[in-house]
């Protein structure tokens, strides 16, 4: 019996170290998500900062990016970099965590903070 229980708590403890390092893998980069109402926007991590573009809105926007742990993240406006047809944008904090990894990409799901708003969309690693 103590031998199964040994082997069940190296194997959880595997599995919660893969899904670690696999979110590690998509901390940072350049990314594409394709969303069905504003078209592909691209989006550029680094371990402070997002930026955001949206070439359908013709905005582009700075995020603060605070990991609060190793997939969920805090992302907070910034500044707004671009927004050629004054579009309204105001303050903002969105909760999004990775909830499935891929090879090259992830599923992500985001939640506005003092909001309803809720959005799963998948982000594709570009080079």
Known sequence: MKIFLTIILFISCLTAFGQSTSCEKFKTGNFKMEDPITGVNYISRDKTNQIESIPSLKVKVKLNVEWIDSCVLKLTLNEILENEDDLPISDFILI????????????????????????????????
């Open 96 to 127: 999004s965590e990775i909830i499935e990894i891929k090879e090259n990409s992830y599923i992500m799901k985001s939640k506005a903070e003092d909001s309803d708003f809720t959005m799963t969309r998948e982000y594709t690693l570009i080079e």
